[in-house]
């Protein structure tokens, strides 16, 4: 069973930066799209960012010009860098992964999430 391990939230004032982490555990074959996903308090789970395994990126309108993806296929681990944080991006993180667990296997792997609090 492959488990993603998700670092690097924690409490930020409006204005500030973060740098989230995620990585995988476990066996597999290799990885396809990975992203990261946000859910505030009262509310539903929403896309924040993903990025394929060829390293094309797509974010939610919210966090445009404010978020960057990226991916470090040696290490398979997916980052988010977020600048200029909002109180309004506070959420539980949550890293997701298109996970091969063969040639023409995959599964949906989810991380643990990772809280970010962004407040003054």
């Known amino acids: 069973q492959v488990e993603l391990v998700e670092s690097g939230g924690g409490l930020v004032q409006p204005g500030g930066s973060l740098r989230l982490s995620c990585a995988p555990s476990?066996?597999?074959?290799?990885?396809?799209?990975m992203g990261w996903y946000r859910q505030a308090p009262g509310k539903g789970r929403e896309l924040v960012a993903t990025i394929t395994s060829g390293g094309t990126p797509n974010y939610a309108d919210s966090v445009k010009g404010r978020f960057t993806i990226s991916r470090d296929s040696a290490k398979n681990t997916v980052y988010l860098q977020m600048t200029n944080l909002k109180p309004e991006d506070t959420a539980v993180y949550y890293c997701n992964s298109q996970t091969y667990l063969t040639r023409f296997q995959d599964v949906d792997s989810w991380g643990q999430g990772t809280q970010v609090t962004v407040s003054s």
């Open positions: 476990g066996s597999f074959f290799r990885l396809g799209s």
